[in-house]
C-alpha cells in the first residue's frame, strides 16, 4: 500500500459545483503539497501547508491540513473548466530535510461546461 | 525565462539505445531531482543532488545514472533502454534538501519503441 492516498481518483462535475480531493497519508508528515498538472505539461505548485490545522486559500481553491497532520483536503468552490485536469498531493516526511517529495496517485478532474 | 527547463520535451528511440535528458535550472537553487511517471500519472523519485551532492538514490535500475556538472545542471542518462522505461521523466528543484518550494520542468516524454 502507499503511503499517501488520495481520493477520488477520478471527478467529474458540473461548472459551478464545488468539490473536494482528499489526500491520506499512513503516517504523520512533515510538509503537505498541492500541485495541479495539465496534460503534456509539468506541474503548477498550488500550495504548501506545514502546520497542524492550517488552511490556506488562493482564488477558489482552498486546501486545509488536519492537527495530526496526515490528512490534507483540497477545496475548490464553484468549479470552471480551467480547473480541469490532475490534482498532486505530495508529502514531506520527518526529519524532512532530505527532499524526497512524496506522491499520491492523483485526482483527474473533467469540470463539464 | 523558464525557471526549470527540459531537453527534450519528447524522446522517441528503440530498445538498446543509450539516450540521456538534460536539466537546467535558473533559480539558483541547491537541490534538483528526477522523477518519473509512468502510464497511470504516478510520479515517483527517482535521485537527488544537492550542490552537486548525490543525496537520493531510490531503487532505480543502474542502467540511469545522473550526473550533476554543477548545482544549476542535473542531466539523466539511460543505458540500455527497455519498453518500460517508456514514461514522463520530470526535472525539479527546490531552494534546500526537503525546504518548499519545489519547481518541476514540463517533462521530458520518453517513448521506447
Known amino acids: 500500500s502507499q503511503e499517501l492516498e488520495q481520493s477520488p481518483q477520478s471527478l467529474i462535475v458540473q461548472e459551478g459545483k464545488n468539490l473536494t480531493i482528499n489526500c491520506t497519508s499512513s503516517k504523520t508528515l512533515y510538509g503537505l503539497y498541492w500541485y495541479k498538472q495539465k496534460y503534456g505539461e509539468g506541474l503548477i505548485f498550488l500550495m504548501m501547508l506545514q502546520k497542524g490545522g492550517e488552511e490556506k486559500s488562493h482564488e477558489k481553491i482552498t486546501a486545509k491540513l488536519d492537527e495530526k497532520k496526515q490528512q490534507s483536503s483540497l477545496h475548490i468552490t464553484a468549479s470552471q473548466p480551467s480547473h480541469a485536469g490532475i490534482y498532486l498531493c505530495g508529502a514531506t516526511y520527518p526529519p524532512g530535510n532530505t527532499g524526497k517529495l512524496i506522491f499520491g496517485q492523483g485526482t483527474t478532474l473533467q469540470v463539464k461546461p | 525565462d523558464t525557471a526549470v527547463s527540459q531537453t527534450p520535451k519528447y524522446l522517441v528511440t528503440q530498445m538498446g539505445n543509450d539516450k540521456s535528458i538534460k536539466c537546467e535550472q535558473n533559480l539558483g537553487h541547491d537541490t534538483m531531482y528526477w522523477y518519473k511517471q509512468d502510464s497511470k500519472k504516478f510520479l515517483k523519485i527517482m535521485f537527488s543532488y544537492n550542490n552537486k551532492e548525490l543525496i537520493i538514490n531510490e531503487t532505480v535500475p543502474n542502467r540511469f545514472s545522473p550526473k550533476s556538472p554543477d548545482k544549476a545542471h542535473l542531466n539523466l542518462h539511460i543505458n540500455s533502454l527497455e519498453l518500460g522505461d517508456s514514461a514522463v521523466y520530470f526535472c525539479?528543484?527546490?531552494?534546500?534538501?526537503?525546504?518548499?518550494?519545489?519547481?518541476f520542468g514540463s517533462g521530458t516524454r520518453l517513448t521506447v519503441v
Open positions: 525539479a528543484s527546490s531552494p534546500l534538501a526537503g525546504g518548499y518550494g519545489y519547481t
